[in-house]
């Protein structure tokens, strides 16, 4: 029997929900898991539940957030404390960097889970690839999320046949079933954006894409669910470009409200600058809503098969973006379909069973448990 330690920064439902199939998973096995999180909460993490909800024990540090990085004080006697066969941690940051300091003196190894990719410029400054390759020299193992964090882990020293791609996932069941016990709704002429309203989302060019469309077609609406330091801005865009009556701010939304949301909509527009996954994505189409999603996230090369279940774009060619738009306005019947062979996309590749088996087979190669 193994014991295995997770590392990771704050609850949140998705991860809390594949912390619990994890745990299934490998209780059927006879190993036992234990979560540390940094902290309980961060700023602009608006989500309401219990921190306990996935059912896996676990310890909150409430480590010191500086600047947006959690210091995990306490995570190396604690660490001590429990002696886990084996730790996953996420990403590079400060708990993986004291997970490679203590592994000069101590045997405990360690599995890097990461979502990073060679995609944003900041991720790539030498001092940051020297750092990351030392963490990644005395990892045992390697979960990326996507096939694109798999090749940087490989880019960083990792041995291919370490990296185990985890698609990032959300439960795809409860969104399935939700958007059937919801459908019948009328989708026409109505494009919703969910997430965070900040610079990096770049959701101004959404507007603009739906400013396009909505001068020929009147009656179309784009509901825009999320919060954030940009929402003043984005009032203020909206304004300027005269759509006021067309463009619904609902304020945060939490994960429950979604599928009536999703019921709504024709399409779901993701226009970020850039992402290492998007987990929105996964549930729009598990609703069977198609995305035109930006080609700078993550999810969107990973789920989306460009023009039958939705479609990847640059939200800098605003016209290109109202096209499509106008195309899901004026063809029902292809975007139902499209919607259809979302769900059947997430269903068979980015599912919290699969995510979680993949998250074994790794702990298997690292320790084999």
């Not at 439960?171 to 079933?177: A, C, L, P, S």
């Not at 999603?293 to 969107?300: D, E, F, L, Q, Y």
């Amino acid at each position: 029997m193994a014991h295995i330690l997770i590392v990771t920064n704050i609850p949140t439902p998705y991860r809390l929900a594949l912390l619990k199939e994890l745990d299934l998973q490998l209780r059927r096995l006879n190993h036992s898991v234990e979560v540390v999180f940094a902290g309980d909460t961060e700023a602009g993490r608006n989500w309401v539940f219990k921190s306990d909800d996935s059912h896996v024990r676990s310890t909150v540090l409430n480590s010191r957030l500086n600047r947006g990085v959690f210091a995990y004080t306490g995570l190396l006697s604690l660490v001590k404390r429990i002696a886990p066969d084996v730790v996953i941690v996420g990403g590079f940051g400060v708990a993986t960097v004291k997970l490679w300091a203590c592994s000069f003196a101590s045997p405990i190894p360690y599995v890097i889970w990461s979502g990073a990719t060679a995609g944003a410029h900041w991720e790539n400054t030498w001092l940051r690839r020297l750092v990351r390759r030392m963490l990644v020299a005395r990892a045992s193992g390697f979960i990326a999320y996507s096939a694109a964090a798999r090749d940087y882990l490989i880019a960083l020293g990792a041995a291919r046949e370490n990296v185990h791609v985890a698609l990032n996932a959300v439960d795809v069941e409860y969104f399935e079933r939700k958007a059937a016990d919801l459908s019948g709704a009328d989708r026409t002429l109505r494009f919703i954006y969910v997430g965070a309203l900040t610079t990096r989302k770049r959701v101004d060019l959404a507007i603009k894409a739906f400013s396009v469309v909505v001068r020929q077609r009147p009656t179309a609406r784009l509901v825009i669910a999320g919060d954030g330091p940009s929402a003043r801005a984005l009032h203020n865009l909206v304004s300027s470009l005269g759509v006021e009556e067309s463009v619904i701010f609902l304020g945060f939304k939490q994960i429950a409200d979604l599928p009536d949301l999703f019921s709504e909509a024709c399409c779901m527009l993701f226009p970020t600058s850039y992402d290492i996954w998007g987990l929105v994505v996964n549930e729009a189409m598990a609703s069977g809503v198609p995305c035109i999603a930006s080609r700078h996230a993550v999810s969107a090369v990973e789920l989306i098969d460009d023009g039958v279940n939705g479609f990847t774009v640059d939200f800098e060619a605003t016209l290109d973006v109202a096209d499509k738009m106008f195309y899901l306005c004026d063809h029902p019947a292809e975007a139902a379909a499209m919607g259809r062979a979302a769900q059947g996309k997430v269903r068979s590749t980015a599912t919290l069973p699969k995510a979680a088996a993949m998250i074994v087979t790794s702990l298997n190669q690292a320790i084999g448990i």
